[in-house]
């Protein structure tokens, strides 16, 4: 994989996905990410040339290193960001089954977490300019 700029792919169906896309762009220094709804046609197909699949219930990043699921993408995604959040990287030390074990639980809530999320209003221009179709 030579994934420039970063790609994460997420579950566009999901309030709390998008809040995380939402968050990502407002920290993201480097303007290093760009964002694909699994849903989309952009999306379905970099899963399928990663051979993933659907990702149920997995943030995906892209990246140079290949495609990261679960724990690992997120974490990579936060090392990427600005501080505080790039000092969660010190997670990866945790054997991955621990940290997909407490991914697998928020994954499983998230749906019931947003229905006590307020709605998210549309994307400004610039995080447009970086979702992929």
């Not at 994460?8 to 968050?23: E, N, T, W």
């Not at 290193?65 to 724990?71: E, H, I, K, Q, V």
């Amino acid at each position: 994989w030579s994934v420039v700029p970063l790609i994460v792919i997420f579950d566009g169906d999901c309030l709390f996905c998008q809040r995380s896309v939402r968050f990502i762009h407002r920290h993201d220094p480097g303007n290093l990410f760009r964002f694909a709804a699994r849903q989309s046609p952009a999306g379905a197909r970099l899963l399928a040339e990663g051979g993933i699949g659907l990702a149920p219930n997995s943030m995906v990043l892209l990246d140079e290193a290949g495609p990261w699921l679960r724990s690992d993408a997120v974490l990579r995604i936060a090392s990427r960001l600005g501080r505080p959040w790039a000092l969660a990287r010190v997670f990866l030390l945790i054997p991955r089954p621990l940290r997909d074990a407490a991914y697998a639980v928020v994954a499983a809530i998230r749906y019931r977490v947003s229905r006590y999320l307020p709605a998210c209003e549309l994307p400004d221009a610039a995080l447009r300019a970086k979702i992929l179709d």
